[in-house]
């Protein structure tokens, strides 16, 4: 797939970003699984999740402009980018590469801690957010002002790495209604929680919600997926 070019682009592509990669490869969660994507993980986060497995693009990569980018994502003839970190919105220019990427009709979505604005995000992208439980050691920066921005076409994750983060989810979910607003999404840290043992809780319990393993880990291990 190439970029349209039928409309003027609405952001500067000359803005800089630091890039830890861009690459191609089968994406591993959320509704859009098994889907070949692009994935363009940008350099930072302020997090420090206890189960972190991307911790190499904490710091490092390289400063791309957006036209870059954009070459470089087109390069590889795929419909979808998924525009990943470390936490993305970290850097400001995340913005205009999620507006660009929409503008030369991609496909877009976006994964985030859930612990910045998801507000000013332009309206095409599907946003893929954690809410990080008690196991990731950063509950406490989860932005629940951001629930309220979220529409049906968005999605909501939850990396489970005990019973207690389970528990702590599930509580969650049904105070705060998640289930109606948008889809959610269970996983257990690798390593951590038993896969099959998540997935009888949830039977258990007749969640509404969508199981999930990380697909890229089951086929080539490691965090890229590649």
């Not at 660009?100 to 009709?105: E, I, R, T, V």
Request: with cysteine.
């Amino acid at each position: 797939m190439s970029p349209t070019t039928d409309s003027a682009p609405r952001t500067d592509l000359a803005g800089t970003l630091r890039i830890t990669e861009i690459f191609h490869s089968i994406q591993g969660e959320s509704s859009r699984v098994g889907l070949p994507t692009v994935f363009v993980r940008l350099t930072g986060c302020p997090l420090r999740c206890a189960w972190c497995d991307t911790a190499y693009a904490f710091s490092g990569g390289e400063a791309l402009a957006i036209d870059e980018v954009l070459r470089r994502v087109t390069a590889f003839d795929c419909a979808s980018v998924c525009v990943t970190g470390g936490e993305p919105l970290a850097q400001k220019g995340c913005l205009a590469l999620l507006d660009a990427l929409c503008d030369a009709g991609y496909s877009v979505s976006l994964e985030t801690s859930g612990a910045l604005d998801i507000g000013g995000i332009d309206r095409r992208v599907a946003r893929i957010m954690d809410l990080k439980a008690p196991g990731s050691g950063e509950h406490g920066r989860n932005r629940w002002q951001n629930l309220e921005l979220l529409t049906d076409r968005d999605e909501l994750k939850f990396v489970l790495a005990s019973r207690e983060d389970y528990d702590w989810a599930v509580s969650a979910c049904r105070q705060r209604r998640l289930f109606e607003l948008c889809p959610v999404l269970f996983s257990p840290v690798q390593g951590q929680l038993d896969p099959a043992q998540l997935a009888q809780w949830i039977l258990d319990d007749r969640l509404p919600l969508r199981f999930q393993l990380q697909l890229h880990k089951v086929l080539w291990g490691g965090a890229q997926g590649r």
